[in-house]
């Protein structure tokens, strides 16, 4: 069984910063890309950032020179550093990753159950 479990939610003042963890544990063969996900009041899940086990980086326009997304292999963790962050930021954020478990033939998507991030203003 393969689970991901996020960390590192809460309040901040626009401006301010946070750092989400997602850690996958479990049976876990290989990982493939981990990604970051946000999904606001009334909209449609959107990704945030992604990266892949070569370590390159993708970031939606909405967060680019403001989120740094970043992984540690050896504890199937990715990280979701946040900074400059403003009201509209505010969503629940999940973590995504594309594993294959042990003793499976066919790797899939995980997901966390979400971390809420709420930016005052």
């Known amino acids: 069984q393969v689970q991901l479990v996020e960390s590192g939610g809460g309040l901040v003042q626009a401006g301010g910063s946070l750092r989400l963890s997602c850690e996958a544990s479990?049976?876990?063969?290989?990982?493939?890309?981990m990604n970051w996900y946000r999904q606001a009041p009334g909209k449609q899940r959107e990704l945030v950032a992604g990266?892949?086990?070569?370590?390159?980086?993708n970031y939606a326009d909405s967060v680019k020179g403001r989120f740094t997304i970043s992984r540690d292999v050896a504890k199937n963790t990715v990280y979701l550093q946040m900074n400059s962050l403003k009201p509209e930021d505010t969503a629940v954020y999940y973590c995504?990753?594309?594993?294959?478990?042990?003793?499976?033939?066919?790797?899939?998507?995980?997901w966390g159950q979400g971390t809420q991030v709420t930016v005052s203003s």
């Open positions: 995504k990753a594309w594993i294959a478990p042990i003793g499976s033939t066919r790797p899939n998507d995980y």
């Open positions: 990266i892949i086990s070569g370590g390159n980086t």
């Open positions: 479990g049976s876990i063969f290989s990982i493939g890309s």
